[in-house]
């Protein structure tokens, strides 16, 4: 049974020790800090630690992605041949569209959910700096796009050697490869991280990425159309200055230059003055891109 109101004693606050101590743990410092963010970074572009449904879409572009490399190399055994159909460097330009799904898919995981949900202030709460932020992030969306373009290269060149075929020209293009899945790497990522970087809403970002690569190649198509390279095997030289137009044509391009890979009527840096150029643009969409993303995360 309550007592009457009038016989109640005062409430009193009461303070309890629950043993709060500072932290005297170490400080693992900006190093270990941007560290854990690119790995934070690289993880969510496979949406590993995440929901199941965060992982379906990466993926599935890795499994489309590799499984045409499986079938190559198993019709290049069963036929054989001394060479694979299809060339290293080749193979993501014949998958470009896969791979630019991958980046405008997942460049907005790693750059807008933090603007969305104001989280990128909290970053800055510690000692990593702005710039150390931008270097964690475009350094995790390289890394993974060159994943998703090595993997394939892999099951070609063990597929290659082990099916027989000559492993001194197999080793050289395979290093080719490489050296074009960074290119590719380095060139989208630059560009669709810009792009993320300036939205908030996931969906915006992944339409205007799409769409700028999709509207910049097209365009190069029908530029390409009307300098005449559509209009037989072998297209005039100055037809290759397209290129510039689509940065999957830039690399493809450049690559096919610098190897001396595909054929003359192949897309291809026309001459030396082309090589240069061709990598001058490359080289300042990566580091005009990287530039800006530094510059708009400075007023954050």
Do not use: C
């Amino acid at each position: 049974m309550s007592l009457p109101p009038e016989t109640r004693t005062a409430e009193t606050g009461v303070i309890h020790d629950i043993g709060y101590r500072g932290y005297t743990g170490p400080r693992l410092g900006r190093g270990y800090a941007t560290r854990s963010l690119f790995t934070q970074g690289l993880r969510a572009a496979y949406g590993l630690g995440r929901s199941g449904r965060s992982k379906v879409l990466p993926m599935l572009v890795l499994a489309v992605l590799t499984l045409p490399a499986v079938v190559i190399v198993a019709l290049a055994i069963v036929q054989d041949r001394s060479e694979l159909p299809l060339d290293y460097p080749s193979y993501p330009s014949a998958l470009g569209l896969v791979v630019e799904l991958f980046v405008a898919a997942q460049a907005p995981v790693l750059m807008s959910r933090d603007l969305r949900y104001n989280t990128v202030p909290l970053y800055f709460s510690r000692p990593i700096t702005r710039g150390d932020y931008v270097r964690a992030k475009f350094g995790a969306m390289a890394v993974a796009m060159m994943l998703l373009m090595t993997a394939p290269m892999v099951v070609l060149y063990l597929g290659a050697v082990l099916g027989g075929m000559p492993f001194g020209h197999n080793t050289a293009h395979f290093l080719y490869g490489l050296a074009a899945a960074v290119l590719y790497a380095l060139v989208y990522s630059a560009v669709g991280l810009l792009i993320a970087a300036s939205t908030p809403r996931r969906g915006f970002g992944v339409a205007a990425i799409m769409g700028f690569l999709v509207v910049s190649q097209g365009i190069a198509i029908v530029i390409l159309g009307i300098a005449g390279g559509l209009d037989g095997p072998v297209p005039p030289e100055s037809a290759n200055w397209v290129g510039l137009l689509s940065p999957g044509w830039l690399v493809e391009g450049l690559v096919n230059r610098l190897f001396g890979l595909g054929s003359a009527g192949e897309l291809h840096a026309p001459g030396a003055l082309g090589v240069t150029v061709f990598a001058l643009e490359a080289a300042v969409i990566v580091a005009g891109s990287y530039g800006l993303l530094r510059r708009r995360y400075r007023g954050i």
